[in-house]
């Protein structure tokens, strides 16, 4: 199994600039998570899907971020327009039902907005 | 907001020393995830307790869930290099629909 796959790994961006970030769960689960590491603030959950329907984006930061999930297949994330403080780890996980099962993560994709 | 609470933040043994971190909530948690993460890498999930008193082990990991399912505790049993990494719980509030990190807990070990 491949796992969760995100794309690109590592993004470098300057200030303004619209950062699209990719992820395409594992086959079969119907749950997508997507969070932000910092040293600051940890594990953070922005968004998550169940059945590619949002059920809870209370953790999107602000108007800046937007995430789709337009088939069972493929999320995106999207911060337009980036900011230095967007700086951070952005990880997928997928998961076979909701929040209560255990979550796969994907390695993760590292931005850096200049 | 929900939070759950992790210590201690960070944690230095020597190579054969025990390693615990506990986990608080103040609210009733319908259940805890533990989770790994190795430096550099992502999360990987260990176990879920959903039990009041649960206790599970995993080789030398006890994980223990709370009789009021408030808090939780992962302890190692004469750690090795391997263990290095940071050890997250991940709790669900009794009413709530979403995971919610704590903050970690780093462990380093000393060989």
């Known amino acids: 199994d491949a796992g969760v796959i995100q794309s690109p790994r590592h993004e470098v961006t300057e200030m303004g600039q619209e950062v699209t970030l990719r992820c395409k769960p594992i086959?079969?689960?119907?749950?997508l998570f997507w969070y932000r590491q910092t040293m600051m603030r940890g594990l953070e959950l922005l968004i998550y899907f169940n059945n590619n329907v949002p059920i809870d984006d209370s953790g999107m930061p602000e108007d800046r971020f937007s995430a789709k999930m337009p088939n069972a297949s493929f999320s995106t994330l999207k911060i337009q327009p980036s900011e230095p403080r967007d700086s951070a780890v952005y990880f997928c996980?997928?998961?076979?039902?909701?929040?209560?099962?255990?979550?796969?993560f994907g390695p993760g994709t590292r931005l850096t907005v200049t | 907001g929900q939070q759950v609470m992790q210590i201690p933040q960070y944690q230095h043994v020597q190579e054969g020393e025990d390693f615990t971190t506990y986990c608080n909530s103040s609210t009733t948690l319908s259940n805890i995830q533990w989770y790994k993460q190795r430096p550099g890498g992502h999360p990987v999930f260990l176990i879920q307790l959903v039990k009041s008193g649960e206790v599970k082990k995993q080789k030398r990991l006890t994980f223990q869930f709370g009789e009021a399912k408030k808090n939780s505790s992962l302890h190692i049993t004469a750690t090795q290099t391997t263990d290095v990494g940071t050890y997250f719980c991940a709790g669900i509030m009794e009413y709530g629909n979403k995971l919610v990190f704590g903050a970690g807990t780093i462990l380093r070990v000393k060989s």
């Open positions: 086959s079969g689960h119907n749950s």
């Open positions: 996980a997928s998961s076979i039902g909701a929040s209560s099962y255990e979550q796969y």
